[in-house]
């Protein structure tokens, strides 16, 4: 709470975290902890970038290199998908069809989350489309303790209509 009410324009979590690293060290290590990790990524405390509202209200195409290994970039990944989401929720639906949105998900066991399985079931109706791409069903059912890999596996299924199989 205190790191949003002293956030100032142009604050980066490298920012951030050199402003609050003695106190929060303290008071909220795993939030100090996570931010620091935030804090060594370059492409999250760039000063200037895209309009991720933008692309989607506009058109466009982003393309993200992400990692399987490195638990950080993972992270963020997991971020950048949840504010794609938010994104494609807020926009009003009511007056007209809102642009369609795709997120493709390459090795989508690495996107598990329990706001990627929430924003699964409810895509469609926002606009957003979600091409998952994974090597086979168990990859599906490697997921984060905190979620069930039969529920996991089961709301892929189920909330992906289309389906291609195919053997190299």
């Given at each position: ?13 490298a920012s951030l975290f050199n402003r609050f690293n003695s106190e929060f ?73 809102p642009r369609p949105v795709v997120a493709i998900l390459d090795e989508a ?28 069903l168990q990859d599906l059912r490697d997921c984060p303790a905190d979620l ?21």
């Amino acid at each position: 709470d205190k790191c949003a009410s002293e956030y100032i324009e142009g604050d980066t979590p490298a920012s951030l975290f050199n402003r609050f690293n003695s106190e929060f060290s303290v008071t909220a290590k795993k939030f100090n902890g996570l931010l620091r990790e935030m804090a060594k990524l370059p492409a999250v405390n760039a000063k200037s970038g895209i309009d991720l509202r933008k692309i989607i209200q506009d058109g466009g195409a982003v393309y993200v290199i992400g990692s399987m290994r490195n638990t950080a970039v993972v992270r963020m990944q997991r971020m950048l998908l949840i504010k794609i989401i938010q994104l494609c929720e807020e926009r009003d639906r009511t007056v007209a069809k809102p642009r369609p949105v795709v997120a493709i998900l390459d090795e989508a066991k690495y996107h598990i989350s329990k706001p990627f399985m929430e924003g699964l079931g409810a895509a469609r109706d926002k606009g957003l489309s979600v091409v998952i791409a994974h090597q086979s069903l168990q990859d599906l059912r490697d997921c984060p303790a905190d979620l069930n890999a039969d529920a996991v596996q089961g709301a892929v299924m189920e909330n992906c209509r289309l389906k291609l199989v195919y053997k190299a």
